[in-house]
């Protein structure tokens, strides 16, 4: 079992920055791949990011550019780095980890971002 908490969202102007916290607990050695999702109201949860054990990143297009991911491995925490928030950036965050190459079916309580126009 892998426990995850992220943190770090709060209410920024558009053109603003956040950074996004994922602490991992548990069996991390599993872990294969983290990653970042978010959900805006209304709306499906989408796929932001992801981080490999090896450091490979992928980012979904509306990212690309203006999020980084990054990871701490003495810390087992993982990042989401935003700059120039949009409003449609909106959503809440949430993190998640591949356990033997599954997304696990449990999620956080995730973190809210709000960017204002």
């Known amino acids: 079992q892998v426990q995850l908490v992220e943190s770090g969202g709060g209410l920024v102007q558009a053109g603003g920055s956040l950074r996004l916290s994922c602490a991992a607990s548990?069996?991390?050695?599993?872990?294969?791949?983290m990653g970042w999702f978010r959900q805006a109201a209304g709306k499906q949860r989408e796929w932001v990011a992801s981080i490999t054990t090896a450091d490979t990143t992928n980012y979904a297009d509306s990212v690309k550019g203006r999020f980084t991911i990054s990871r701490d491995n003495l810390k087992n925490t993982v990042y989401l780095q935003m700059n120039s928030l949009k409003p449609e950036d909106t959503a809440v965050y949430y993190c998640?980890?591949?356990?033997?190459?599954?997304?696990?079916?449990?999620w956080g309580q995730g973190t809210q971002v709000t960017v204002s126009s």
């Open positions: 548990g069996d991390i050695r599993r872990i294969n791949v």
């Open positions: 998640n980890a591949k356990v033997d190459w599954v997304w696990a079916a449990s």
